[in-house]
């Protein structure tokens, strides 16, 4: 093999077979690794993306059609689903395989309405007039939690936990006033009804 006098740089490939394919592969590879972003991303970011974009209508506030005159007034039927009320449970501590895993097993979600009234209309900054339906929720969760470990030695901690999680769903209410004409035809025309 020839070199130019610097171990290491510059080094000659006319001796050893099918080196300048090796380099020319590898060159390759980097170049589409580079490309394409591949960087190293841990497990637990896809989850907060998933939770950021997937549910995007948990902080939002619907607009229904108003209220109409000689009709009993709604009531909060709508109670929080069980994925509503595990989303808003804190989150269990992220472990190490082997080492630390925590579980929480048997849940079951018994939800209790608090608040249900209706304020009197006024005007909200791009909404309009409109009338604030508060819906308050008193979820109680229980659940066994579960500790295991199998490093340095087995072990596992099973424990019945009680946990209490507030959620509202407030909604607001048009008010086109108190034209009984007027909130039939909104209504027709909001709600199909």
Known sequence: MRTTGRPGLGSSD???????????????????????????????????FDDKYQHPNDNRTPVLPPLRDGFPAPICEDAPTDLEVIRTMPRMTRGVPFVYEEFRDDIEIVPERIVDKIDPPRFFPLIGTAQLHHCHWKCTIYYKETVMSSQPFPAKIVKDRVQVVYID????????GPNPAAQAAVARDLGGY
């Open 14 to 48: 006319e001796g050893v077979p099918g080196m300048a394919a090796r380099r020319i592969t590898l060159a390759a590879a980097l170049l589409i690794f580079a490309g394409a972003g591949c960087v190293p991303i841990q497990p637990w970011v896809a989850e907060r």
């Open 169 to 176: 769903k407030d909604h607001f209410h048009m008010w086109v």
